[in-house]
C-alpha cells in the first residue's frame, strides 16, 4: 500500500450530479404532474367558451359559414361544442369524471383538426398529448376522483 492519494477525475462528479438530479425527477408524483396539465388543458377549453359566448352571433356565423362540420346543422354545432368547452375544463379543474373529460375533448381536437383547423396540427398534436396522458393516467390523488375512489372503495 502506497501512500497515494487518486483524484476523482470531474467528469465522474458530474455524472453522480447528474444521476441524482434524474433520480430526483424521477421521483416527482404523478399528482404534481397532472396539475398542471388539468389547468392547462381546462384554460384553453375555457377561453374558447368564453370567446364563443362573448358574441353568439359570431359564434353561429363562424358555424355556418366557416367550420361547417358534416352532418350536424351549425346551430347545434355551436351550442354542443360550447357546452362541452364549458362543462369539461369545470371538471378537469375538480379532477371529476376526468377521464370520461379527456376523452371528449380528445374526440373534440380531433373534429376540429380535421374539419376546422387542420393546418394547426402542432397545436392540435399538443392539446392531444396532454389529454392522452390525462386519459390514460387519471386526474393524481389532489382530485375529486380520487376522493371518491377512497371513499367508495372497501377497506
Known sequence: MTGTVRAIPSHSRSCEALGRIRRALDDVS?????????????????????????????TLSLFS???RLPFI???IAAYLATAVE??????????????????VLLGMTGVIEIFVY????????QWAAMLLVLLCRG?????LDCLILRWLTPR
Not at 399528482?31 to 353568439?56: D, E, G, Q
Open 73 to 75: 346543422p351549425p346551430e
Open 65 to 67: 359559414d366557416e367550420y
Open 118 to 125: 387542420p393546418q394547426a396540427w402542432p397545436t392540435h398534436i
Open 86 to 103: 364549458i362543462s369539461t375544463p369545470v371538471l378537469l379543474v375538480l379532477g371529476l369524471l376526468t377521464r370520461p373529460a379527456a376523452l
Open 139 to 143: 386526474p393524481g390523488m389532489l382530485s
Open 30 to 58: 404523478y399528482t404534481w404532474l397532472a396539475l398542471p396539465l388539468r389547468f392547462a388543458v381546462a384554460t384553453i377549453f375555457w377561453n374558447s367558451a368564453m370567446t364563443k359566448l362573448a358574441n353568439w352571433e359570431t
